[in-house]
């Protein structure tokens, strides 16, 4: 069972200081994360969720966010895909070939656009098994990395799952294992992954929250989150 409490803290700890976070569709997890950051800033951290009422200033969706990205103001923001490999390459679009896929998603939208610009984007995916984390993807939606021509202010921070945390090394172009989850062991999660990546000797354990942050937690959900995310703050009731 996924510790979403553990998960919002890691990656509250991950946004750190940022000025602005940003959130798109279907981000609970780390919607919830970036309210805690903000918590944790004293109210001065602004974050924008996509569909948002509360927490949105932009009257324009996507359009504004877009133009926000491009001129440097947002620090934070959050990608996933079907597919992640060892490069940190997302694929949005389908399995298999692309011009005959063997299944079709909904498409990239604007992640490879933002993951050109945006400083720090952490990418998230709650299911960690081989065929999620891949040595290759079928498709590239988004490049983890461009060549030292390309001007590329944006890129990827660290690879986030229900298992472990990477951290992503740029020189290298490769992912770095942080932390495991409690329960989880070095060899399981290289078992369950896909790619290689680089790990110390004894991979330190993920902190886990304690139980006044944990209420912390369940209360930003049901009295913040809940807005956007109604069903997802419903479950974490329970």
């Not at 200081?17 to 798109?24: N, Q």
């Not at 951290?45 to 009257?59: E, H, K, P, Q």
Request: glycine fraction near 8%; proline fraction near 8%; charged fraction near 25%.
């Amino acid at each position: 069972m996924t510790d979403a409490a553990l998960l919002i803290s890691l990656i509250a700890d991950l946004i750190g200081d940022a000025e602005h976070v940003a959130t798109g569709a279907l981000s609970p997890i780390p919607t919830a994360a970036a309210m805690l950051a903000r918590r944790r800033s004293g109210g001065r951290m602004r974050v924008t969720i996509l569909g948002s009422r509360r927490n949105s200033r932009f009257t324009d969706g996507a359009k504004e966010l877009f133009d926000c990205a491009a001129q440097g103001r947002i620090d934070v923001f959050f990608l996933s895909g079907a597919q992640i490999d060892g490069e940190a390459n997302i694929n949005l679009l389908g399995i298999g070939d692309h011009r005959r896929p063997k299944v079709r998603f909904a498409g990239s939208f604007g992640s490879p656009y933002l993951y050109m610009l945006v400083p720090r984007v952490i990418l998230f995916r709650l299911g960690h098994d081989r065929r999620a984390l891949v040595p290759k993807v079928d498709f590239v939606s988004a490049p983890g990395w461009s060549p030292p021509h390309v001007h590329r202010p944006g890129g990827p921070q660290a690879l986030v799952t229900g298992r472990c945390v990477f951290d992503w090394q740029r020189a290298a172009r490769r992912f770095a294992l942080r932390s495991l989850h409690p329960g989880e062991t070095a060899e399981g999660v290289r078992e369950a992954t896909g790619f290689d990546y680089d790990a110390p000797a004894a991979p330190p354990v993920s902190p886990v929250p304690d139980a006044a942050l944990r209420e912390e937690i369940r209360d930003l959900v049901l009295d913040e989150v809940a807005e956007a995310y109604p069903r997802f703050a419903e479950e974490f009731r329970i």
